[in-house]
């Protein structure tokens, strides 16, 4: 677990995190969202004791970072998946790490074959393609077999098979009961990745929720029906809701402002048939959007 508490950094006079309370859970990939500039990279950075905070403090399994025996057994990241010694086979990079860290020789074999580098283990790190470097990047944050790991913008410029194998690696880690952290601007990649969301602007925290229960939140509440009776449906509504005027083929039209079990109540008590009662999802990109809008337009102005 990653939790902070009123977790503060100022860069001279930027504030670049603000109070920032969360906490990061096990068995899941929580995902740490915000535009640019909202403080994701600093915030990491101080869970890593690489940046010391102004005020408050950010602990992993409930101890500072700073204090811990053997760090790498505790927490691992990727930061900067091209951080690595180019001339530095990718086998060597990882010995040199294991090395500084007293891990055993054997557990670089074992990362190399977890992220799937084994057939390139003796080639130069320099000559990697993005997703190469990326997955080496992981084996040396698997090194210590830590219960946590962190991972910033770790599919940035990636394809999509190697999107694919991110995603699918973080769940896999989560699965085994680690707690995953993982920090995106892409808001649809996040929507698919994470399970819980903590979205933070302008170093402030915006929502620390389900991701599901995120979207619902933020998307105003809209019901798709479709009825058979659909003027006697819409004329018990009006004054009561907003209605769309009914755009699909189907007849099917749009409620605002009630959400679905108040429709159906209404229906049934008036004995209207329906064929269908959907209640329409925004995407994470509206929903982020809407809430981090004020923090954009305050950056923008500055
Ligand atoms: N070393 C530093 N010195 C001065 N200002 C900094 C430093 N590091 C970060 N900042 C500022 O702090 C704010 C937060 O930056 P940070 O990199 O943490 O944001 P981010 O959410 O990771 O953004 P991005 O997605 O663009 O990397 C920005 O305004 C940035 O310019």
Avoid: C
């Avoid at 003796?122 to 470097?133: E, I």
């Avoid at 229960?213 to 009825?227: C, G, N």
């Amino acid at each position: 677990m990653i939790e902070a508490t009123g977790l503060t950094k100022h860069y001279g006079g930027t504030v670049a995190v603000d109070d920032l309370s969360f906490a990061v859970q096990p068995g899941r990939v929580t995902g740490f969202l915000g535009p640019n500039g909202a403080g994701k990279s600093t915030t990491m950075r101080m869970v890593l004791g690489l940046d010391h905070p102004t005020r408050g403090r950010v602990t992993v399994d409930g101890r500072d970072y700073r204090s811990l025996h053997r760090p790498l057994h505790v927490v691992g990241a990727l930061l900067d998946a091209k951080w690595v010694h180019p001339n530095r086979s990718a086998r060597a990079h990882l010995q040199w790490l294991a090395r500084s860290n007293e891990i055993p020789a054997k557990r670089v074999d074992e990362v190399l074959d977890l992220v799937g580098l084994t057939p390139v283990a003796k080639r130069r790190a320099g000559s990697f393609s993005l997703g190469m470097s990326q997955r080496l990047g992981i084996a040396g944050a698997l090194l210590g077999d830590p219960k946590v790991l962190m991972f910033d913008e770790p599919v940035n410029g990636l394809d999509p098979e190697g999107i694919l194998w991110i995603r699918q690696f973080m769940h896999r880690l989560a699965d085994e009961g680690r707690t995953v952290f993982v920090s995106s601007h892409l808001l649809s990649e996040m929507a698919q990745t994470a399970q819980d969301l903590i979205v933070i602007g302008r170093g402030r925290l915006i929502a620390q929720t389900s991701t599901a229960q995120f979207i619902k939140d933020a998307t105003e509440d809209a019901v798709r029906v479709r009825s058979p009776q659909a003027d006697r449906l819409r004329e018990l509504l009006a004054g009561r809701a907003r209605v769309a005027e009914a755009a699909a083929e189907d007849g099917a039209f749009v409620v605002h402002g009630v959400d679905s079990s108040f429709i159906g109540e209404l229906a049934a008590s008036h004995g209207i048939t329906l064929h269908e009662l959907s209640p329409q999802l925004g995407s994470l990109e509206e929903a982020f959007m809407q809430l981090t809008k004020e923090s954009v337009e305050y950056h923008a102005a500055d």
